[in-house]
């Protein structure tokens, strides 16, 4: 493997971009990814978040951008505008560009963002750069262009998912598979992934053709015990009983994740009124509501937070103390990525989940595919046992 960029073959302002930026050597993934992007071939990188995994695609395609006569736009696709956001700045980065400044540079490819909530007027104008582009987008958005006629997604032949896992859930499914349709066939593709679940195996058969498998693992978190547990009730029940549990633990960190942003708003509201500190957390926030939330969340000002499950990717909050499922995921992958968000740092968490009788099945579901043990609670085993344990402590 080569210890620097420049032993790779990257164009020497792209390495000195990166240097700049504090990429003094490569990262695993970008060892492995780097070369096989610039020699044309597909890529399947299982790799979780802070590998470097975006600059691992970044570079070796802006070299091809910038070292190719007409070449042929880049597309990466996302599934939330926060991602989108957060992987043009990494591409300005290594073009010795300011991350937030979304002005073009004279002579460098056009990165070009296309998200929902921003300004349509001003993207759609931004897709008449004059040159090499890198089209960076969210599905919905992406297929709103196309289907106008704005964009014709033939003229893309390098193309990124990036978090595909994300992208074929359940929730984007049908506008993934609709624009990966639409995609010349003669093209290179790359997949980026914090899990690879089973049920993606014959798409990405279908997506790839003979890619580099790489697989990058981070530095092993210490993780403390989670006590994991079924709650069955009717959800017409459930506020009563979520009322009943912050009665008991108003100030611990607790996330209660929920299947849709208008869920996540509406328990929010309903907990706020019962005087409960809770805030929602979903794609519908501007940036900097969410950040506000995050760091309230964070400083414990705001100990409830009611999210989605692309809002709450990647949020490392340090001592959560539990995790609630308003009902059951549809996939184990996504449970278990709703779960790790508590027993971090060695210290012990709660997960719940909380389950009317009709969806039963998908408890049994969620042990076998994620290969946990979900235990059966009573009322009381369900609600928090924090004023206990303070009981306890008093009396020693």
């Known amino acids: ?56 695609y970044a570079l070796p395609l802006l070299h091809h951008l910038m070292s190719v006569r007409r070449a042929h736009d880049v597309l990466i696709m996302v599934p939330t505008r926060e991602l989108v956001l957060q992987v043009a700045g990494v591409f300005r980065t290594c073009l010795g560009l300011d ?6 540079k004279s002579g460098t490819p056009g990165i070009i963002t ?6 349509r007027e001003q993207q759609a104008a931004s897709l008449n750069h004059n040159g090499p582009r890198v089209l960076i987008a969210t599905p919905g958005r992406l297929l709103d262009f196309v289907h106008l006629g704005e964009l014709d997604p033939a003229t893309c032949t390098r193309v990124v998912l990036d978090e595909g896992d994300r992208l074929f859930a359940p929730e984007f499914f049908e506008e993934s598979a609709t624009l990966i349709e639409s995609l010349p ?10 899990t690879l679940p089973k049920a993606l195996t014959p798409l990405l058969q279908k997506l790839l053709h ?16 989670i006590r994991q547990g079924v709650f069955f009730i009717e959800p017409t029940q459930r506020f009563d009983f979520l009322k009943a549990f912050f009665n008991r633990d108003r100030t611990s960190r607790t996330i209660i994740f929920t299947k849709t942003k208008a869920d996540a708003d509406q328990l929010a509201n309903s907990l706020r009124r019962i005087r409960m500190a809770a805030a929602p957390l979903h794609g519908d926030l501007t940036q900097a509501q969410r ?24 949020l490392d909050v340090p001592d959560v103390r539990t995790v609630i499922n308003l009902e059951p995921p549809e996939q184990p992958d996504i449970y278990l990525h709703r779960i ?38 009573t009322e009381e085993q369900a609600l928090p046992t924090l004023l206990d344990d303070k009981k306890a402590k008093s009396r020693k």
């Not at 990262?27 to 990188?45: M, N, R, S």
């Not at 991350?99 to 073009?104: D, F, G, I």
């Not at 296309?114 to 300004?119: A, K, M, P, R």
């Not at 939330?293 to 709450?312: E, Q, Y």
Request: proline share 6%.
């Open 114 to 119: 296309l998200y929902g909530g921003g300004d």
């Open 185 to 194: 066939e003669e093209r290179q593709t790359l997949l980026f992934s914090a």
């Open 340 to 377: 790790g968000r508590t027993g971090r740092g060695g210290k012990s968490g709660t997960a719940l989940t909380l389950c009317s009788m009709t969806d039963r099945k998908k408890i049994r579901q969620i042990e076998v595919g994620a290969e946990v043990k979900l235990r059966i609670l």
């Open 1 to 56: 493997m080569s210890n620097s960029f420049e032993a790779m073959g990257l164009l020497p302002s792209l390495c000195a971009h990166a240097a700049q930026a504090g990429m003094a050597t490569p990262t695993p993934i970008q060892e492995q990814a780097i070369p096989a992007v610039l020699e044309g071939k597909d890529v399947l990188a299982i790799a979780p978040t802070g590998t470097g995994k975006t600059a691992a």
């Open 291 to 314: 950040n506000a939330t995050v760091a309230s969340f964070t400083a414990g000002r705001t100990p409830i937070l009611v999210a989605t499950d692309i809002a709450a990717r990647g």
């Open 99 to 104: 991350p937030k400044n979304t002005r073009h």
């Open 210 to 225: 003979k890619p580099v498998e790489i697989r990058v693992e981070k530095a092993p978190e210490k993780r403390g015990p």
